[in-house]
């Protein structure tokens, strides 16, 4: 895919959501990042290293279904997040 096409794409979600059991560091949460989304990912790697939960979006433990839906509802909900 074009990359002017991708970065349009990440600009038109309001959050992006990344759910992972072995990722490091995916260039998707890179790219969704640098246009200042807010990500909500598994806590897998070294995404720990770039996201700060709570901060740029939320870090949840892998397989808890419960926190990864509460997490979206809260961004979805409040917009100064």
Excluded: Q, W
Excluded at 6 to 29: E, G, K, M, Q, W
Excluded at 53 to 62: A, D
Aim: some cysteine.
């Amino acid at each position: 895919m074009h990359r002017k096409v991708l970065v349009n794409l990440y600009r038109s979600c309001d959050i992006y959501v990344h759910s992972s059991y072995a990722d490091t560091f995916p260039s998707a949460i890179r790219e969704a990042m640098s246009v200042g989304r807010p990500i909500v990912t598994t806590n897998v790697g070294i995404i720990d290293e770039y996201l700060r939960n709570g901060e740029n979006g939320f870090l949840i433990n892998e397989r808890d279904e419960y926190n990864f839906a509460e997490a979206i509802a809260k961004l979805l909900s409040d917009e100064t997040l």
